[in-house]
C-alpha cells in the first residue's frame, strides 16, 4: 500500500492460476507510524530506567554464571 493513499473504502485484488480473489478494507486518514527504534512513540522516563535494570541484572547473572562454570571446570 502506497504511503500517498487516500482515505476510504478499497478492494484488493489478486489474481493468480486464472483465479481470482479479492477483500474490501478501508484507508483510514492520519499518518503513518514511525518505524525503527522506538516505534510509534518516545519512550518515557520510567521505561528507559526499567529496560536499563533489565540489562544490568542480565549482565551480571550471566557473569555470575560463567564465573560459577570457570570455577568448576578447575576443580
Known amino acids: 500500500?502506497?504511503?500517498?493513499?487516500?482515505?476510504g473504502a478499497a478492494t484488493l485484488r489478486v489474481q493468480c492460476a486464472g483465479r481470482t480473489a479479492k477483500a474490501?478494507?478501508?484507508v483510514l486518514a492520519g499518518t503513518a507510524?514511525?518505524?525503527g527504534l522506538g516505534g510509534a512513540r518516545t519512550p518515557n522516563t520510567a521505561e528507559i530506567a526499567a529496560g536499563t535494570a533489565l540489562t544490568g541484572m542480565a549482565i551480571c547473572a550471566g557473569a555470575v554464571l560463567l564465573t560459577r562454570r570457570h570455577s568448576r571446570s578447575r576443580i
Open 24 to 26: 474490501a478494507f478501508t
Open 1 to 7: 500500500m502506497s504511503n500517498t493513499a487516500a482515505a
Open 33 to 35: 507510524a514511525q518505524g
